[in-house]
Nanobody, 126 residues
Framework: QVQLVESGGGLVQAGDSLRLSCAAS????????MGWFRQAPGNEREFVAG????????NYADSVRGRITISRDNAKNTVYLQMNDLKPEDTAVYYC???????????????????WGQGTQVTVSS
């Protein structure tokens, strides 16, 4: 099994920046597809950003495109979510997800990821 631990969340003001981190257990992390999802109260968990293993192909939700960047450091078994120009609607619990399978494109569905972290809260005040 793969363990994922998110960190970096907190309370910020609109327009601020924040970087979330997701530390994964070792082994074959470099081959995993990694994704970030978020869930606000009363809403379904939605895709935010993803990156496949073995390369730098990424994908983003339209709502965050241009403001958020996903990246990974395979040597540290860590994936990052750099968030800039945060807005109140970005407030949610952010979850890190991983899948061991080989993907040619970035998976965007909840059921396409096998492993999940416990989440980290991001709150953006207006």
């Amino acid at each position: 099994q793969v363990q994922l631990v998110e960190s970096g969340g907190g309370l910020v003001q609109a327009g601020d920046s924040l970087r979330l981190s997701c530390a994964a257990s070792g082994r074959t992390f470099s081959s995993y597809a990694m994704g970030w999802f978020r869930q606000a109260p009363g809403n379904e968990r939605e895709f935010v950003a993803g990156i496949i293993g073995g390369g730098g192909r990424t994908n983003y939700a339209d709502s965050v495109r241009g403001r958020i960047t996903i990246s990974r450091d395979n040597a540290k078994n860590t994936v990052y979510l750099q968030m800039n120009d945060l807005k109140p609607e970005d407030t949610a619990v952010y979850y890190c997800a991983a899948d061991w399978r080989t993907w040619g494109t970035v998976p965007t569905g909840r059921r396409e990821y096998t492993y999940w972290g416990q989440g980290t809260q991001v709150t953006v005040s207006s």
